[in-house]
Every structure is written in C-alpha cells, then in structure tokens.
C-alpha cells in the first residue's frame, strides 16, 4: 500500500499525471518503497541545489552532495513508512532530528 502512495506522489509532479500510462511509474514499480523515496528527496535536494548554485545539478551531482553533505545517513536515521516522502525530506534537512 505504500508503494501505490509513493507512486502517487511522484506522479503528482509529473507531466503525465493525469494520463492512463505512465513510462516512469512503470520503471519504478520495481523499486522498493525506501528507494522510491530517497529518489525523491534526492530528487528535490537537486533542485534546491541547481536554485541555489543558479545551474542545472546532474543527478550524479546531486546523489555524491546528499551522501557526502550527510543526508543519505540523515535519511537512514529518521526514514519511517508512515512518513511522506517530503515529511522524510524535511526531517532529514534538518539534521535529523525527530522533532514528532
């Protein structure tokens, strides 16, 4: 059931949200749920970054800053299922800590 969560939130952004067939959501379905939403926390730290540095972020970029920078063991402390992926974000962005 988290998967189909997961999967939901991706496509919210995504150009094909409103299609029947989508060629990302097929890709992922093979992903489990803690990849699914680490990408995207990867996925919005790489865009912060890109706003921040005024350039586009390679994703190569932007996975070496969130494990060099900490946030992947960040990620590891305070990832939780009944969390969203952009509850995980937050959480992680602040340092880690568990501020329920």
């Known amino acids: 059931m988290a998967h189909q969560r997961v999967i939901k939130e991706m496509r919210e952004d995504c150009h094909c949200e409103n299609e029947e067939f989508c060629p990302l959501e097929s890709l992922i379905r093979s992903f489990n749920d803690r990849m699914l939403e680490q990408h995207n926390c990867v ?3 790489r865009w912060n970054m ?4 005024k350039r586009p972020i390679t994703w190569d970029e932007a996975y070496i800053s969130w494990s060099d920078e900490g946030c992947a063991k960040r990620f590891s402390d305070v990832y939780r ?4 992926w952009k509850q ?4 992680t962005m602040k340092g880690g800590e568990d501020n329920d």
């Not at 995980?88 to 959480?91: G, P, S, T």
Request: zero cysteines.
């Open 43 to 45: 996925r919005l730290y």
């Open 88 to 91: 995980i974000y937050q959480k």
């Open 50 to 53: 890109g706003k921040r540095l």
């Open 81 to 84: 299922e009944d969390l969203t």
